[in-house]
């Protein structure tokens, strides 16, 4: 079955922290990756995506994203995060070069102390 | 360029009623999809148009609920009759019919709370 997976429902970080967030994949085929954030009040807008070449992939407010496709995995990271980026993010799939439906996880809320 | 809107933001109903949510999707995409996020769990898929026709409503959960896009334009999403397990925030977005790269663009999402 398809499906996509994210290990953490809730992080909370202290501004200037690390982040992580984990995310694997159940697809057969070639996928197209994404990562969605929701910011308070706003709507969902993609963050970053891959659908070919570089594993990885820069995306916007200083995030990046890599894909390991031996592992299916497809990890959020960012070195320093800032208050601003309280959100909610969404790892999601859909087939390759396709129209198709996105496959989402079930969300990160991300908190960060000021 | 206008996003993708949504029409109501927020609708509370009463179980057994009737309700129609509106999505207008970004001018030119031909690619209208239908999503639902129920109790803070995933956001699922529904159905996806291509243009006026039904492409894919493998998500739609039963006959309760009927979505058209007429003129593939603006699209509805009727629930009738509305049940408590529908609450949630339905989404729309909308993609280009281009080969390769297909982006979904997603609008603020209509809140349905059914009483």
């Known amino acids: 079955a398809q499906s996509v997976s994210q290990h953490n429902h809730h992080v909370i970080l202290s501004e200037a922290a690390s982040l992580e967030l984990g995310c694997n994949y159940s697809?057969?085929?070639?996928?197209?990756l994404f990562w969605y954030v929701q910011y308070p009040g706003q709507h969902l807008q993609l963050l970053l995506k891959y659908f070919s070449g570089d594993p990885l992939v820069k995306g916007i407010k200083g995030f990046e994203a890599e894909f390991i496709k031996s592992k299916f995995s497809f990890n959020l990271r960012k070195p320093s995060v800032q208050w601003s980026d309280t959100a909610e993010y969404f790892c999601a799939v859909n087939a390759y070069s396709s129209a198709s439906k996105i496959i989402f996880g079930s969300g990160t809320r991300l908190s960060i102390r000021p | 360029e206008a996003g993708v809107t949504q029409f109501p933001s927020h609708s509370v109903i009463e179980k057994g009623q009737t309700v129609t949510l509106r999505c207008d999707p970004i001018?030119?995409?031909?690619?209208l999809y239908w999503y639902r996020r129920v109790m803070g769990k995933e956001i699922k898929f529904l159905l996806h148009?291509?243009?006026?026709?039904?492409?894919?409503e493998s998500g739609m959960p039963n006959n309760r609920f009927l979505a058209e896009r007429t003129g593939g334009t603006y699209s509805t999403l009727k629930v009738q009759p509305a049940e408590l397990e529908d609450s949630g925030v339905y989404f729309c977005a909308s993609s280009q019919a281009l080969t390769g790269v297909y982006e979904q663009y997603f609008g603020p999402g209509t809140r349905l709370t059914v009483t």
């Open positions: 001018s030119g995409h031909d690619n």
């Open positions: 148009f291509v243009k006026e026709s039904k492409q894919d």
């Open positions: 697809y057969g085929g070639t996928v197209n």
